[in-house]
Nanobody
Framework: VQLQAFGGGLVQTGGSLRLSCVAS????????MSWYRQVPGIARELVAT???????VYADSVKGRFTVSRDNAQNTAYLQMNNLKSDDTGVYYC?????????WGQGTLVTVSS
């Protein structure tokens, strides 16, 4: 599965961004789609997951601010990020998981300035 993430950028504290992840997989609906973020020197952190059944799971640090969603008809997953904080700065990666195989996108940089 090839994944292409985009939508990152520079935003001020309290602002919003929407990330998108387009997958090449024609069976996108079966995949668990996740968003991770990484800051230099720190392990990649799971931010949010959208299961194939449509359920969502979030890291405690983003609950109430981020919303993960998916459009299976468009083979696309989204991460709506509101009320951004400086700690949200990092490279965001989308990931696809199905039948024991995990795939990664190239990452998109989110910078939150105070």
């Amino acid at each position: 599965v090839q994944l292409q993430a985009f939508g990152g950028g520079l935003v001020q504290t309290g602002g919003s961004l929407r990330l998108s992840c387009v997958a090449s997989d024609s069976a996108f609906g079966r995949n668990v789609m996740s968003w991770y973020r990484q800051v230099p020197g720190i392990a990649r952190e799971l931010v949010a997951t959208a299961t194939s059944q449509g359920n969502a799971v979030y890291a405690d640090s983003v609950k109430g601010r981020f919303t993960v969603s998916r459009d299976n008809a468009q083979n696309t997953a989204y991460l709506q990020m509101n009320n951004l904080k400086s700690d949200d700065t990092g490279v965001y990666y989308c990931s696809s998981y199905a039948y024991g195989r995990q795939s990664w996108g190239q990452g998109t940089l989110v910078t939150v300035s105070s």
